[in-house]
């Protein structure tokens, strides 16, 4: 079975190459130039032929993935801006929404040997503020965020979670329109912020991915000009970054995932960067403080228990391993 993977070299993508290609799957995956595809194809030596690239330089083009599709049995779409640098909506929109409806176009036209398509949404996706301690389930979609866009905001995060959800919707909405003429189901994948062990290609923990320079900065980082005990003890809900890939192996081989979106969580999804720091007996900011305080936002991880039932990873794990593999980094 071969699997396309876009955006293979981005920090989930790797690990998702990786858990695919140790499950016995082929994979293709894409990526932008010639440099990255070196150190994807490098990394995966052993698996040889096992391991195949495609360049695709621009997701934003008409018929992008037109070849990258070709004879493959399923398909991970990855590929989407995840940083905080963007100035206007467009820099994030084009990419999340057209690379999506792209690939779900070209696999119209050119994969018919598709079974399953897997699109990486995000907890941005379902995120919103309706009342305090809440839990969202796979029922509540972030609309909230295009309108704030709409009217003019211009925080990146919140133009980032705008991203998210109108390329989930695009994906959606193609999928309404175009089912009876495909072989293949969809699956939606929502993660909340992804932490572990980085196995993507970074020389320096400033080029870090978004959500693993996040815990670079609570954990490690120095010199940050910052209010520490605000940013100690604010916090969210997180996934570890080998449970985010299994999912998507998983998704590729549980006929009951077909058609569902799907939350994968932690099981304690809610955090304080505080919480880790003392989970790694860091002496760091105020250890104990904000402990048990009552978290805005859970999500309820029921579908996925019943349709992928992973066995995630503890706080204390994921804390180990990358501070672990930081260390073996000399960071
Ligand atoms: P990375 O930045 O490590 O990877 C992003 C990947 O997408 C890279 O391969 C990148 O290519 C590619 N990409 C981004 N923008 C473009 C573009 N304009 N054109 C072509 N390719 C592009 O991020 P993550 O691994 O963290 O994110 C992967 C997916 O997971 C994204 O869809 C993200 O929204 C989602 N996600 C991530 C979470 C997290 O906490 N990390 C949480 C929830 C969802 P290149 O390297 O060449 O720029």
Known sequence: TKVLVSGANGYIAMWVVRRLLESGFSVRGT??????????????????????????????????????????????????????????????????????????????????????????????????????????????????SQREVDEGERDPQVMYRASKSLAEKAAWDFWKEHKAEVSWDLVVLNPPLVLGPPIHEVDKPENLNTSMFAFYTALVKQDNGWDETAYLKSGGCWVDVRDIAEAHVRSLEREAAGGERIIIAAPTPHYTWQEWVDTANLNRGRPGAWKGITPKITYDTALEQRVLGLNKRTMSETVNDILFDFKARGW
């Open 31 to 144: 990526v932008r130039n010639a440099e990255k595809a070196r150190f994807l194809t490098q990394t995966f030596e052993k698996y040889g032929d096992k391991l195949e690239i495609a360049m695709v330089d621009d997701i934003t083009k008409e018929g992008a993935f037109d070849e990258a599709v070709k004879g493959v049995d399923a398909i991970e779409h990855t590929a989407s801006p995840f940083h905080y640098r963007a100035k206007e909506p467009h820099e994030f929109f084009e990419p999340a929404i057209k690379g999506t409806v792209g690939m779900l176009n070209s696999a119209l036209k050119y994969g018919q040997g598709v079974k399953r398509i897997v699109v990486t949404s995000s907890c941005a996706a379902v995120f919103q503020v309706k009342e305090e301690n809440q839990v969202l389930s796979e029922k509540d979609f972030n609309y909230q």
